[in-house]
């Protein structure tokens, strides 16, 4: 079946990628999201990987891929952003499904940005409209270009995080306008 002249809805930058060396979702985590927190300016004590939220009475569990700066009590966990790995979005369908996934841990931990990463890029959300629209879109390559990172830096990096919510929605809302005109 022949499916090149569809009309099925084709994901942002599948053709542009540069990661032959991600394998699995291991990779992802390992070569591409950890070097990423790093570019952060995240240390590996900043963040936790496979967090463990208990959800009601202990008969079920969330556990995202990555919590960033997670402030965790007794009873209570919050994270400034979480990180859902992923080693490939393949389909609309299945991005729905990550998106819903992602979504659920940080409404959980009451972050402020959630983040869809795989080996074709990453897709930045913030709960300023409830982690709904992808303000920033990016593959790997476009991250390596200084403009696009700052931008995503802005937002995510190391003590960047904007605890207004008010704050953010400018934000988000001007690095939408930024990132249709940069495709570089």
Request: hydrophobic residues 35%; charged residues 25%.
């Given at each position: 079946?022949?499916?090149?002249?569809?009309?099925l809805?084709?994901l942002?930058?599948?053709?542009?990628?540069?990661?032959?060396?991600?394998?699995r979702e291991?990779?992802?985590e390992?070569?591409?999201?950890?070097?990423?927190?790093?570019d952060?300016?995240?240390?590996?004590?900043?963040?936790?990987?496979?967090?463990?939220i208990?959800?009601?009475?202990?008969?079920?569990?969330?556990?995202?891929?990555?919590?960033?700066?997670?402030?965790?009590?007794?009873?209570?966990?919050?994270?400034?952003?979480?990180?859902?790995?992923?080693?490939?979005?393949?389909?609309?369908?299945?991005?729905?499904?990550?998106?819903?996934?992602?979504?659920?841990?940080?409404?959980?931990?009451?972050?402020?940005?959630?983040?869809?990463?795989?080996?074709?890029?990453?897709?930045?959300?913030?709960?300023?409209?409830?982690?709904?629209r992808?303000?920033?879109?990016?593959?790997?390559?476009?991250?390596?270009?200084?403009?696009?990172?700052?931008?995503?830096?802005?937002?995510?990096?190391?003590?960047?995080?904007?605890?207004?919510?008010?704050?953010?929605k400018?934000?988000?809302?001007?690095?939408?306008?930024?990132?249709?005109?940069?495709?570089d």
């Open positions: 079946m022949d499916l090149a002249c569809s009309d809805p084709k942002t930058f599948l053709e542009n990628v540069e990661t032959p060396d991600i394998q291991k990779d992802v390992n070569k591409l999201i950890k070097p990423f927190l790093n952060l300016g995240y240390l590996e004590d900043n963040y936790i990987q496979q967090l463990y208990e959800i009601g009475n202990h008969n079920h569990a969330l556990i995202p891929d990555f919590v960033v700066n997670p402030k965790i009590a007794e009873g209570h966990k919050s994270a400034e952003f979480i990180i859902e790995a992923k080693f490939s979005v393949i389909s609309k369908k299945e991005f729905d499904e990550y998106k819903k996934q992602a979504r659920s841990y940080a409404n959980q931990l009451k972050a402020k940005y959630s983040v869809i990463a795989s080996k074709e890029g990453i897709w930045i959300s913030s709960e300023t409209d409830d982690y709904s992808d303000f920033i879109v990016l593959s790997w390559t476009q991250l390596k270009n200084p403009d696009n990172f700052y931008n995503v830096k802005k937002f995510l990096g190391y003590g960047n995080v904007i605890k207004s919510s008010a704050a953010r400018r934000l988000t809302d001007r690095a939408s306008e930024f990132l249709m005109l940069s495709d």
